[in-house]
Structures are given as C-alpha cells and as structure tokens.
C-alpha cells in the first residue's frame, strides 16, 4: 500500500476517534450497557457481532427500563413497549424516524438528497397503492405463479434443491414489481438483477458511509461505494419507459386515461409537479420503493420458508384453510384475507425470527423527555428493544416455541382478526418498524405466496438437517445465505 493511502487512512481513522470522543458525552440518563473502555468502541464494535447478546444482557439487568449502549454512531437508548406510543407518536422535529433512516442508510449519499428530504411519494403508497389493493392482487399473484414456476424450474414429480434465498429473492422481486413497473419489465432478467444487487449494495454503501463525518461522506460515497453506478443502471429500463408513455399521452389525448398502465409508475408520472416530473426524480422513487419492499420482504419470507420446510406437520392445516378460502372467493385479495393461519403462520415467523432484533429508531433531532422521565440528548438515538418483546413469556407463552397457530387460535376463540392480522402493529407486535403503509401491499404479496406454496408444492429440509441457521449483523437478522431446500410439485 502506498504511503499517501496508509497516510491518509490514518488520517481518516483518527478524526473518527476524535469526533466520536464527543459524541459519546451527549449521554441519555438512563443505565449504560457494555463497557465505557475506549470511548465506547469496545462495544460498539462488539453490537455487530453480538448485538442480541446485548440487548438481552440490558433486559436481564434493568427489565423492561430503557438502557442505552454505545453505537458506532452515537450512543442508543433502547425501550420497552411501555414507549411504545412514545416512538409511534413522535414527530419529526423531535425524534424523527426519516432522520434515522437517512442516517444509518445514508440516503443522500445513496439515492439522493431530494429522496432524503422530499418524500412526496409516501401518499401515493398510502392512497393509490393501499386502498387498490384488491385491484392489484390478480396482477401480483399472476406474477407470484409464473414465477415459482419459472425460478424454482420444478419438472416432474421428484425432489429438487433449490437455493432458497436466490429463488425466494427473484419471486418477489418479480412479484413486486409487477405493480411497480409492470410486465413485461417485471420480468426482464437484467432489471431484476440489477434490483436483487442494488438492495445489497445500498445496504453496504449506507452502513460504510454512515460512520465517516459529513465533510468525507460524499468522496466516499463516490469512490468507496458502488451507489452511485447501481442507481445508474435503472436509468436504461425506466426512462424508456416514462418517454414512451408520454409520447402515448400526448397521441391518445382524452383516451389515454382509459389505456393508462396500472403500477406504481404512472402513479408517480400523474401526481408529479414541476421538477418531480425529472426522469431521473422519478426513478429515484422506484428505486426507493423497491430497495423498501424487496429487501425486507425476500427476508421475511425465507424466514418463513425454512420454517415451512423444517416443520411439515403444520402444512394440512395451511393446505385445508386456503383450499376452503379458495373455494369460496377465488385466488383474490377477499380470500387472502380469510387465511388466517397462512396470515399467523407468517406472524408467528417475524416474532420468532424476525428481520431485526431492535425496531422503530429514532434520531433526536433537538433535546427530548419520554413519557417515563427518560431524557434523550440532541444526537442520540433510541429504538425499540424488539427481541426482548417478542420473547417476553408475559406476553407469549413458551417464546422460544415457534407455535404458527399461536395468534389464529385468538380469532378461532372469538377475538379480533385484525387485532391479530400479521399487518397489525401494536406494543407487543412490532411490525417492521411501526406499520409502514408500504407493508399492507407486501403483505398481501407473502401471504399469496405462502398460500401458492403450500397448494402446489411441497418443501422439506434436506435428510438429516433441521432449519437452517439465521445470519446475524449488528440488529440485522438474515435467514441462512447459502441452505438449500427441496421442493417438488404436489402429486395430488
């Protein structure tokens, strides 16, 4: 290495230590979990490989009180569901969750600084995209059948392996997009490549950039990470595709509001104003809410996958409801919503093993005082101690049991179905984050794909191995990269 990078490295690693000396004074007056040895570092480095080991360890001593740990950031404070409302209510120019996201994602260094600051999109995700659900679902599950039958590639009656993760990753890449962009793009193997890889690579980008100050992040952003050239690459599918349906706009005149595509695009073409109209604005917000969707649902359902696969003495029961729902109302979004165990089965899954250990971050925009007295410092962040709820026995019996009938028993019993539908967030069940509007359509989206699988095939672990072991990174909780599966296509 030559000496100017060495020089220049270390450069770098120490005006990180100075800046993050002071950033670990602006300490929240609750407990510290972890050791104080070197600022804080000892355990922020440790919270990457260890981070659920902490948070239990801050359960076990100070219960459902907050504590709070060194990050690599800054310092976190970490609550139990008694702030729950706390968080969930916070606006933000206090404890803003859009400050959080673009802080530990880098948003403006890894989609642009108008997706960081001008999120004008978010209402068509709740009023389009939500209330049309019923709309979209024979488009989206048309595109979940062609597309088990063309990744999982399943002929005859035999046993085959798949690589669950890559397989279940394509599905819904495919599936969501199909409402996003349309068909035939939805489809097109370069750009669900190109959006399977850009999930990856902003998640590295954001997480790299995020821990160098301001004034290095866009040099790194440029030549450290490969943000930049990957936003790049949508640039050849969509903005074809925005030129041609303006052209068909302005041909067809009063027609074309009849003829009009029906995704998440055109959406963003209609409503867009003034220099939202930008081809590359508008792209940006496709990327956006593909980065959102994908990435957290592929995790959730191979999660649910190697449930499926490592306990088939619950399938009959998935199997006979989505027969008897399909029977009654079809493969449409009102049959979906009578599967109640498909829907537990996935809910059971997310509290068990879910995606994350800790949820609903926060970054103190100014100074704040929680509910119970707990101040946090302008700068600090805090998040919900998830783990540690969803494996409360106070709140469910035997936690560490994977029941998938644990919450369709409830409504059996007479209890609420939306009380206890996977879509539902509440202080005991923390649904990615709080219950982004984004979530209704992917869950709609898993549960036809649970229900597809269950009906025309069957899965297992290979002879001899159980469920495969999770990945953990920081809060981060992946289903294995690498375990493969066998499918092969029902015989009845």
Partial sequence: MHFEVRAGLLAILAFLVFKLIFSRARKANVPVVGSNAYFGYKTAFKMLTSYKQILVEGHAKYGKSPFQVAG??????????SLFEDLRKSRDDTLSFQAEINDSMSIEYTMGKSLATNLWHNAIVRKQMTQQLGTAFPFVYDEVCLAFDEEMKVSGDGWKDIHARDV?????????????????LCRDPEYTRISRAFTGTVAKAGFFIAIFPKF?????????????????????????MIDERRRLQA??????????????????MDLAEGDQQDRRELTKRVIGINFAAIHTSSMTFTHALYWLAARPEFVPALREEVAAAVAEDGWTK??????????????????????ATAIMGRKAVKSVTLSDGTHIPAGAHVAMNLWSIH?????????????????????????????????????EFLLWGGGAHVWYFASMMLKSMLAHIV???????????????????????MPNQKATILVRRRRS
């Fill in 72 to 81: 690599m950031r800054a310092w976190v404070v970490y609550v139990g569901r």
């Fill in 168 to 184: 279940v990753l394509q599905i819904v890449c495919r599936a969501a997009n199909r409402l996003f962009v349309g068909a035939p």
């Fill in 216 to 240: 290095l992040k866009p040099f790194v952003a440029k030549y450290c990470s490969g943000a930049p050239a990957a936003l790049a690459g949508f640039e050849p599918f969509i903005f074809p």
């Fill in 251 to 268: 041909e067809l005149g009063d027609e074309w509001q009849a003829k009009k595509p029906f995704d998440f695009l055109q959406w963003l």
């Fill in 334 to 355: 009102a049959g979906i919503n009578k599967m109640y165990k498909v829907d537990s089965f996935l809910k059971e899954s997310m509290r068990h093993t879910g995606i």
């Fill in 391 to 427: 494996h409360d026995p106070e709140i469910y019996p035997d936690p560490e049991e994977f029941d998938p009938f644990r919450f369709s028993r409830k409504v059996e019993d007479g209890e609420s179905a939306v009380k206890h539908a996977f879509t539902t967030a509440s202080s």
């Fill in 455 to 477: 009906t025309y095939y069957d899965v297992k672990c290979p002879d001899g191995e159980g469920r495969p072991a999770n990945l953990e990174f920081a809060s981060t909780v």
